[in-house]
């Protein structure tokens, strides 16, 4: 699901609403927090897309970005 | 998965985590704000409780809250 | 603002719409998570009543509890 | 605070924090699917960027982008 774009883990996520996508992303969002690592992300009615990298390490990508999307790819499976 | 209490639906639902708990409520926010017709609710960590009764009509459950109690069972089914 | 009800600490917050409460709601679910202390909470259309307590410390109020209502109590002034 | 680019109203918030923004972009999402007119939008930890366009008005600025931005501009005063 995941490639690599610009130093950033890239993924586009599809669903049958803006309301799933819009709880998909709440999920994320509590996560990110809570992992302190943010994603880039841009939303469209039901298309959410995400880029993940890290700033700390020279906007490169990092354990940090691989466990994020995991996490993300689980809500995704949920969802 | 509804049952009558005090004149309103009731249910309660559990998830995996509060992630998904509160996934699934926001979710429910944005379609009962869209149907302009609320919910009572609780949320402890993993589980949602909700009632939901119609104050207009002299607090009986109406339409307005089977129709909001089958868009959240959908939701549910896809969380 | 917070009292104490059955060693929990309580309090209740209104809003102008159920809008604002639920973003305040979003805002503290982030804060819970991150801080692995989740609240019992109601919300009815704009109001929103939260009791802290702590499982683990045999049901009473702990020093998690008043960290809690200490965000939580930043973020309404925000609202 | 909106500006025009390329056939859409734009602008660019800044908060103290995620939790801050993503309590904006909760309430806004609530809005947006009550009024069935969903924002572009992009958000990086502390700042959230929108577009608003009409995509049935062959994708141009209309009533419907200046209301959502109203209410947008009312959330973020609440902020």
Redesign the interface.
């Known amino acids: 699901m995941w490639t690599e774009q610009n130093n950033a883990l890239y993924a586009k996520f599809s669903f ?1 609403n ?3 996508a ?6 994320i ?6 992992m302190d690592h ?8 039901n298309q959410v897309e995400i880029w993940l990298t890290t700033h700390d390490a020279n906007h490169t990508i990092t354990e940090k970005d691989r466990n994020l999307a995991a996490q993300i790819d689980k ?1 995704f499976k ?2």
Do not use: C, D, R
């Open positions: 049958q803006f309301v799933q819009f709880g998909f992303m709440t999920q969002a509590i996560l990110a927090e809570k943010h994603p880039k992300w841009t939303n469209v009615y809500i949920n969802s």
